[in-house]
């Protein structure tokens, strides 16, 4: 029998779109690359344009020193008083987007939740490594929970990096007294600085957010010696020892991508602590296939398992 690691296929319906957008495997491994990362994952508030209903504004948080951080509160203009407060954190492996990037699917909560969507702008590395994209994060949600959760639920969400910063939120809000968290959405979240799972290792010069470049946002964040040392379980949520106490969570992930086999651990550690957990594999699904076939049988069955998922939790 091979031992060679075999990657599982791609969904038949959103490979070739994949295959376009990373012809021959190209990718992003090194500083040289970072420019054109940022600049592909920039986003922009023109995403609320076709949406009249809705309303912005844009405030500066202030995360510490003289520093604040740009954060944005997007509601429906006729808004009640009773929906939840979802706190975003963006993707972009620690090193890359801002507070528009990937915000398109939760757009829809706004819509049919009432919801109030705070998304923030923290700091990113290389130049600004750990502690200060998850410090700038917990910052902003503990302003977000004081000023605008007012009694109603409150849940954090991020979808790669920000689905690990989601994740370091929760422990870091259990751990210092911080907001109460009534659930935690973790989207193909960026857990494990070790790099090292069999997803990991199937995806490695694949092209996309590969093994290679996830050893980059790492670095960028931790150091090199990151894999070699001990992580604060803050920025690095796979490496905490107690995982007891923490919110629901709602876990997804890509049977085709790096941080595959990281989620479904975290999910096993969540339900061994007790907690209450849903885990979504998704076959053949790329890293951000939602984003980029958001068309596709599979990503409209991705957002219909999430929105249930909240839905279910408001109705507890």
Request: charged share 20%; proline share 7%; net charge negative.
């Amino acid at each position: 029998m091979s031992t060679e690691l075999v990657p599982p296929p791609y969904d038949r319906e959103i490979a070739p779109a994949f295959l376009a957008k990373f012809p021959n495997g190209n990718r992003m491994a090194g500083p040289a690359d970072l420019n054109a990362l940022r600049k592909a994952a920039a986003a922009g508030p023109a995403i609320l344009e076709q949406r009249d209903h809705v309303h912005r504004r844009d405030e500066a948080v202030h995360v510490g020193g003289n520093a604040t951080v740009p954060v944005s509160v997007i509601q429906r203009s006729s808004r009640q008083s009773s929906g939840p407060v979802i706190f975003h954190t963006h993707g972009g492996g620690m090193v890359a987007g801002n507070r528009w990037s990937g915000l398109a699917p939760f757009l829809q909560w706004v819509d049919e939740f009432d919801a109030t969507l705070v998304t923030v702008d923290y700091r990113l590395a290389p130049e600004h490594p750990d502690p200060v994209p998850r410090s700038d994060a917990y910052a902003a949600m503990a302003w977000a929970a004081r000023e605008t959760a007012g009694g109603r639920r409150f849940f954090v969400a991020g979808q790669s990096a920000g689905g690990g910063i989601a994740a370091g939120l929760a422990l870091m809000a259990r751990d210092l007294d911080g907001p109460r968290i009534d659930g935690q959405l973790l989207l193909s979240p960026m857990l494990d600085d070790r790099n090292s799972s069999v997803s990991a290792l199937q995806f490695d010069g694949t092209g996309g957010w590969d093994r290679g470049a996830n050893a980059f946002g790492w670095e960028s964040l931790l150091g090199p010696a990151h894999a070699r040392e001990q992580v604060p379980p803050y920025a690095a949520p796979a490496r905490a020892q107690d995982l007891s106490g923490l919110p629901p969570a709602f876990l997804e992930c890509g049977t085709a991508e790096v941080f595959r086999d990281e989620t479904m651990a975290y999910a096993g550690r969540l339900w061994e602590a007790g907690n209450d957990a849903e885990l979504h594999l998704w076959a053949g699904g790329f890293h951000r296939y939602d984003q980029l076939v958001p068309d596709s049988a599979v990503s409209k069955a991705t957002l219909s398992a999430r929105t249930g998922w909240l839905q279910r939790r408001l109705n507890v």
